[in-house]
């Protein structure tokens, strides 16, 4: 089973099954009534919502099962979000995530259906399938979600891939602080585990570092008269050869200035040569 953060493509392709359920769910429905809520309608409208609430809420396989219509805030305007219960959740501390405005009319109309249906109130979980308000387990809701990403991207990705997708996709529009309250971590440490760099976020980090930077015009001058000064300080430091007379031009030296010619003669140049024989080794 993968374990990594959904591409762009696949993320498109699963969320493009994930409509075509809830919207074929949804619409037998409203076609045929209260007789037309047949439990296959039931578990496509249970798989989409299970997906959506993990890919765009970023909530936990166990937030999503044990989540009830009674969390869900409808609100105005489409400012729809849900509650996630401490007692539901890993860190045990509330939180409340605002939701997209097109899962909020999901959820809705599923809300609804089911109030719609005789004896059904709204005490039930948001992807329950079963008449009675039962909660599906975290087996469940995994299985269903498996076989989403397997039926849209041909590969089983691991369920929490969703969560660390969502992640990921917050942290391009805003800071890890916000990502982290609508994880529910209790650290940054945690958060940062979740968020994942994409292939395109490493081709542009290389393509950035291969364009050449020009230097401005005033670092251009002062890299020549480092340049320059460093010729100049070879030129000066240059060990002068006693054998020769030939001393470095003023041309070689450049600007620095001349050093004094040292007086060599004939008896020095002797001298010297004599040293030089005296210490090497003799050889039979």
Same mark, same amino acid.
């Given at each position: 089973m993968i374990r990594r953060i959904l591409t762009l493509d696949e993320e498109e392709k699963l969320r493009g099954l994930v409509a075509h359920e809830l919207e074929n769910g949804l619409?037998? @429905?409203?076609?045929?009534?209260? /007789?037309?809520?047949r439990l296959a309608q039931r578990i496509q409208v249970a798989h989409g919502l299970?997906?959506?609430? @993990? &890919?765009?809420?970023?909530?936990?396989i166990g937030e999503v099962a044990s989540l009830l219509f009674t969390d869900f805030? $409808?609100?105005?305007?489409?400012? #729809?979000?849900? !509650?996630?219960? #401490?007692?539901? #959740?890993?860190t045990a501390k509330a939180r409340t995530i605002p939701l997209p405005t097109? &899962?909020?009319?999901?959820?809705? !109309?599923a809300r609804g259906m089911w109030a719609a249906i005789? &004896?059904?109130?709204?005490?039930? $979980?948001?992807v329950g399938t079963d008449m009675v308000?039962?909660?599906?387990?975290?087996? !469940? /809701?995994?299985r269903w979600i498996t076989l989403l990403t397997w039926r849209s991207t041909s590969a089983e990705f691991n369920p929490h891939s969703l969560r660390h997708t969502a992640a990921t996709r917050w942290l391009k529009v805003t800071d890890i602080? !916000?990502?982290?309250?609508? &994880?529910?971590?209790?650290?940054l440490v945690s958060t940062q585990i979740y968020t994942h760099p994409s292939s395109d976020d490493l081709a542009a980090a290389v393509n950035a570092r291969a364009v050449p930077c020009p230097l401005p015009p005033h670092s251009r001058s002062t890299v020549e008269e480092l340049s320059a000064a460093a010729r100049a300080n070879r030129a000066v430091i240059r060990p002068i050869n006693?054998?020769?007379?030939?001393? $470095?031009?003023?041309? #070689?030296?450049?600007?620095a200035p001349r050093l004094p010619k040292p007086p060599v003669t004939k008896a020095a140049r002797l001298a010297a040569l004599a040293a030089y024989k005296a210490t090497r080794p003799e050889t039979e």
């Open positions: 619409c037998y @429905m409203k076609e045929n009534g209260d /007789v037309g809520w299970s997906a959506l609430l @993990m &890919l765009d809420a970023g909530l936990r805030q $409808p609100g105005v305007l489409g400012n #729809a979000s849900i !509650t996630v219960r #401490a007692i539901n #959740a890993k097109k &899962l909020g009319a999901y959820i809705q !109309t005789a &004896l059904c109130n709204l005490d039930r $979980p948001i308000p039962t909660s599906p387990s975290v087996r !469940t /809701v995994r602080r !916000t990502v982290q309250e609508l &994880l529910g971590h209790r650290s006693v054998f020769s007379d030939n001393l $470095p031009s003023s041309s #070689a030296v450049g600007t």
